[in-house]
């Protein structure tokens, strides 16, 4: 079976800062894929990146970068240059390649971006 | 852009009640999935479906049947509604092909049962 652990429920952070989310998980599969989802207070889920296990290169979308340690399994997210609306839930989330394609999700972690 | 509409925003209903929620994606995607969202626990699966009429059961299917007589559409049905099933919930759709293993989400649906 697949977890995924989030064990920081909220954070804060400035805008204009840095901020790292973190995110374990296990799984014994040797293919699969993680994600970083965003879920801002309008409740629309959006996917913010995505990381391939196979790929060695940590994944970047403009202002949002992973830290990918596949020996650890542990994906944490680091956003750049905070800005206001960057203020939602975030979930990491697990699938694997093959079976049902199931995602597993993490509890949640609840960002708050000062002005 | 892909695009996943759910048929209510919010919606109120007595317990007993039979309850759908409608979900629809414009994307030809073959596989679609219903969630339930509780504050810390996360994004809990309820049913999926990968093509129609196929569904299997998620990690909690109890009080919950789905139905899928079409491709872009994906109905999650609650025979009789009890207060525990107080939440909110999530469809997502996602394609098999093209290397792509992203869920795709609609709005969701806030769902009372008094």
């Known amino acids: 079976a697949q977890t995924v652990t989030q064990s920081q429920p909220e954070m804060s952070v400035q805008e204009a800062e840095t901020v790292t989310l973190s995110c374990t998980y296990d799984?014994?599969?040797?293919?699969?894929?993680l994600f970083w989802y965003k879920q801002p207070p309008s409740r629309q889920m959006i996917l913010v990146i995505r990381q391939e296990a196979y790929k060695q290169q940590n994944a970047t979308e403009n202002r949002f970068s992973v830290n990918f340690q596949k020996a650890a399994k542990s994906f944490s997210l680091k956003i750049s240059d905070s800005q206001l609306g960057d203020a939602a839930m975030y979930f990491c989330a697990l699938t694997t390649q093959g079976g049902s394609e199931k995602l597993v999700f993490g509890k949640g972690m609840k960002l708050t971006v000062n002005p | 852009d892909v695009k996943v509409t759910q048929s209510s925003r919010y919606l109120v209903k007595r317990t007993g009640e039979k309850v759908f929620l409608e979900c629809v994606q414009d994307?030809?995607?073959?596989?679609m999935f219903w969630y339930r969202q509780d504050p810390g626990l996360g994004l809990r699966l309820i049913y999926f479906s990968y093509d129609v009429k196929m569904k299997e059961k998620g990690d909690i299917p109890e009080g919950y049947s789905v139905s899928r007589e079409k491709k872009e559409r994906f109905s999650l049905i609650l025979e009789s509604a009890s207060t525990n099933q107080t939440s909110m919930y999530l469809c997502a759709s996602r394609p098999i092909a093209g290397g792509r293993v992203e869920q795709y989400f609609g709005p969701g649906t806030r769902l009372t049962v008094t």
């Open positions: 994307m030809d995607h073959e596989n």
């Open positions: 799984t014994s599969e040797s293919d699969y894929y």
